[in-house]
Nanobody, 124 residues
């Protein structure tokens, strides 16, 4: 059973930065592609960014390109989401997820393991 624990969320002013972390309970995290999703109040969960098993391939949603960067450190069983130039519309609960696929999927149903989420609030 894979457990994912997110951290690093909080309250930040518009234009500020946050760095989210997701630590996995397993040592073979390198066998999973990883993704970050977010869910704003009253909306469905949306793909934010994903990274392949090795870290060689990354993908991010159009609205965060150039502002958010996903990375991973397999030795530390950790995935990161560096968020810069934050906007009020980035306010959401951010979830880390793991997929057994060998490519980066943007589809929620391709991720079998999920963290509990961390709240990010951007004040305008």
């Amino acid at each position: 059973q894979v457990q994912l624990v997110e951290s690093g969320g909080g309250l930040v002013q518009s234009g500020g930065s946050l760095n989210l972390s997701c630590t996995a309970s397993l040592r073979n995290i390198y066998t999973y592609a990883m993704g970050w999703f977010r869910q704003a109040p009253g909306k469905g969960r949306q793909f934010v960014a994903g990274i392949s098993r090795s870290g060689a391939t990354r993908n991010s949603a159009y609205g965060v390109k150039g502002r958010f960067t996903i990375s991973r450190d397999n030795a530390k069983n950790t995935v990161y989401l560096q968020m810069n130039s934050l906007k009020a519309e980035d306010t959401a609960v951010y979830y880390c997820a793991a997929s057994g696929l060998d490519y980066v999927s943007t589809a929620e149903y391709d991720y079998g393991y999920w963290g509990q989420g961390t709240q990010v609030t951007v004040s305008s």
